[in-house]
């Protein structure tokens, strides 16, 4: 496992952008993938979006698509989520995950069960 710290939550207006960061406490040689979930207010966790490690593969959930882009630097063991094009239905608490004993299939890559650390979370809110 590793300990993992989210930051650059916030408010902004609808339209607007964020970009949140998830840093790792040290490096890990082994991560497989890092990535995002959230969670608004009375919905259950929804998967944003996974890069995988070795070869930088991107996965992103539909309602994000062409919105959101996740980006990885290897070196430091950090991902980040730029989100732009904000809206009002993204609000949530953001969480990164984070791969690193665990190596799940492609398939599984959507699932909180694949990850075997979870940062503490980060607040998004968006105003319309």
């Known amino acids: 496992q590793a300990h993992l710290v989210e930051s650059g939550g916030g408010l902004v207006q609808a339209g607007g952008s964020l970009r949140l960061s998830c840093a790792t406490s040290g490096r890990n040689s082994r991560t497989y993938a890092m990535g995002w979930f959230r969670q608004a207010p009375g919905k259950e966790q929804e998967f944003v979006g996974v890069?995988?490690?070795?070869?930088?593969?991107?996965y992103y959930a539909d309602s994000v698509k062409g919105r959101f882009t996740i980006s990885r630097d290897n070196a430091e063991n950090t991902v980040a989520l730029q989100m732009d094009s904000l809206k009002p239905e993204d609000t949530a608490v953001y969480y990164c995950?984070?791969?690193?004993?665990?190596?799940?299939?492609?398939?599984?890559?959507?699932?909180?069960?694949?990850?075997?650390?979870w940062g503490q979370g980060t607040v998004v809110t968006v105003s319309s």
């Open positions: 995950v984070a791969a690193v004993s665990s190596r799940p299939i492609i398939s599984n890559l959507r699932r909180p069960s694949a990850y075997d650390s």
């Open positions: 890069i995988r490690w070795s070869g930088g593969h991107t």
